[in-house]
């Protein structure tokens, strides 16, 4: 791996966004199409790179939403304005960890891989939260 490059998502109405740095190639990026009702109905691809950092932006003061499903253990994050969805993302004791929406990006789509199918509706609380900290990004505050 090279050094980390970054990667900017957009929403459609450019009121909310991301910034990710991975020095992972796209190629190698895993992508996740995750099984549940919300990210079907968004059609939601993720990817995430424990090594990398995730900044989520605001371009529009309160354009950010924050939503809460399920087991309650994650904001998934909406633009308030035009309803794309970011990503996720999740506190632990001591840091913050998320997950992109590759979707949100204008490049490089064309160099990812196939989605893997992945449903986590057997997953328990603790087996969900162990999971995300070992494969979500860092959060970078600021």
């Not at 079907?40 to 499903?69: C, K, M, W």
């Not at 399920?70 to 990503?87: E, P």
């Not at 160099?111 to 893997?116: G, N, Q």
Request: hydrophobic share 35%; charged share 20%; aromatic share 10%.
């Amino acid at each position: 791996m090279g050094s980390p490059l970054l990667h900017r998502g957009l929403c459609h109405c450019g009121a909310v966004g991301f910034l990710y740095r991975t020095a992972m190639a796209p190629e190698g990026w895993p992508i996740r199409a995750c099984q549940c009702t919300f990210c079907r109905a968004h059609g939601a691809l993720s990817t995430s790179d424990p090594e990398g950092s995730l900044q989520f932006v605001e371009h529009i003061p309160n354009a950010l939403h924050r939503y809460r499903f399920g087991q309650k253990t994650a904001d998934f994050l909406l633009c308030s304005d035009c309803g794309m969805y970011l990503g996720a993302m999740m506190r632990s004791e001591s840091t913050a960890l998320g997950v992109i929406n590759v979707r949100m990006l204008y490049s490089p789509l064309d160099r990812l891989r196939e989605p893997e199918r992945i449903s986590y509706d057997n997953e328990g609380l603790a087996e969900r939260r162990f999971r995300r900290a070992s494969r979500w990004t860092p959060i970078a505050i600021g």
